[in-house]
Nanobody, 116 residues
Framework: QVQLVESGGELVQPGGSLRLSCAAS????????MSWYRQAPGKERELVAF????????SYLNSVKGRFTISRDNAKNTVYLQMNSLKPEDTAVYFC?????????WGQGTQVTVSS
């Protein structure tokens, strides 16, 4: 079955960097676009970044453009989110998502806390 497992979240100081990973299994990874979402306490889950199956196309939430980079390694069935210049408002649980028609699959999430 489809499984998505995120890792890499931790406590980091403002201005710091983190790289999140999402290991996928149970489907033909390279055939599907992948997304990173985040959810802060008391807020709705929001789309942070998207990448096409080939990795040739990406898009970002305006507030993270120029700071975050989504990438994927189809040989390792893994999608990444490189986060630089982190701000306290980036604090959230980060999830990866796969839409494999007709179902949507989510990982369990990884906590990112940006605080001094």
């Amino acid at each position: 079955q489809v499984q998505l497992v995120e890792s890499g979240g931790e406590l980091v100081q403002p201005g710091g960097s983190l790289r999140l990973s999402c290991a996928a299994s149970g489907f033909t990874f390279s055939s599907y676009p992948m997304s990173w979402y985040r959810q802060a306490p008391g807020k709705e889950r929001e789309l942070v970044a998207f990448i096409t199956g080939s990795g040739g196309g990406t898009s970002y939430l305006n507030s993270v453009k120029g700071r975050f980079t989504i990438s994927r390694d189809n040989a390792k069935n893994t999608v990444y989110l490189q986060m630089n210049s982190l701000k306290p408002e980036d604090t959230a649980v980060y999830f990866c998502k796969a839409y494999i028609r007709p179902s949507t699959y989510w990982g369990q999430g990884t906590q990112v806390t940006v605080s001094s």
